[in-house]
């Protein structure tokens, strides 16, 4: 199973939207309504951001956003915040005999 | 509150083993299924395995990488995960995560605990 490809980073000034993208195949991504999103701050755990594509776990503010066109994902985070700089990681279901796949990464800078 | 403590880390020569605990809480671990991820140093997320429930059938997946020396079980009647590692390589080192899979991924995940594969 080959990796998800993710931008390897983005930026954005505090107050703006990012978008990151995360692009698989029919396998994966496109195959299914099951990806994650984490948010990662450095020497932490991961957290989850969003699953099934876009729902939110409760918590989770409503400034990020998830989507998915054909075989690319996206997160969307909307007026920016300092707090927002972190790596991000997408993940996608690839079936009932796999693990899935995970996305190499995007590390997010607020300017 | 979900809770996922990792335990059991630590520095091991190359070609040995160890064992990694992950005592859990906060919701019903005997329904749930498991999944260990880690994070060598500076790099991106990777799966190591995941087990289902008893009543999905109890059974294990794991990653090539890991394949034939890496076992995952679980003790429901103490609430917890263990990832028994063996022929341990270099190329192991990493933070080892325990997680809860659901909806396709991991929603909940532990802090955390660091195997260093070293001579």
């Known amino acids: 199973q080959s990796a998800l490809t993710q931008p390897p980073s983005a930026s954005g000034s505090p107050g703006q939207s990012v978008t990151i993208s995360c692009t698989g195949t029919?396998?994966?991504?496109?195959?299914?309504?099951?990806v994650s999103w984490y948010q990662q701050h450095p020497g932490k755990a991961p957290k989850l951001m969003i699953y099934?594509?876009?729902k939110r776990p409760s918590g989770v503010p409503d400034r990020f956003s998830g989507s998915k066109s054909g075989n690319t994902a996206s997160l969307t985070v909307s007026g920016l915040q300092a707090e927002d700089e972190a790596d991000y990681y997408c993940?996608?279901?690839?079936?009932?005999?796999?693990?899935?796949?995970f996305g190499g990464g995007t590390k997010l800078t607020v300017l | 509150e979900v809770q996922l403590v990792e335990s059991g880390g630590g520095l091991v020569k190359p070609g040995g083993s160890l064992r990694l605990s992950c005592a859990a809480s906060?919701?019903?671990?005997?329904?749930?299924?498991m999944s260990w991820v880690r994070q060598a140093p500076g790099k991106g997320l990777e799966w190591v395995g995941r087990?289902?429930?008893?009543?999905?059938?109890?059974?294990?997946d794991y990653a090539a990488p890991v394949k034939g020396r890496f076992t995952i079980s679980r003790d429901d009647s103490k609430n917890t995960l263990y990832l028994q590692m063996n022929s341990l390589k270099t190329e192991d080192t990493a933070v080892y995560y325990c997680?809860?899979?659901?909806?396709?991924?991991?929603?909940?995940w532990g802090q955390g605990t660091l195997v260093t594969v070293s001579s």
């Open positions: 087990i289902k429930s008893k009543t999905d059938g109890g059974t294990t």
């Open positions: 099934e594509v876009s």
């Open positions: 993940s996608s279901y690839a079936g009932s005999n796999t693990l899935g796949v």
């Open positions: 997680t809860t899979y659901c909806s396709g991924g991991n929603c909940y």
């Open positions: 029919s396998s994966d991504v496109g195959g299914y309504n099951y």
């Open positions: 906060g919701f019903t671990f005997s329904n749930a299924w």
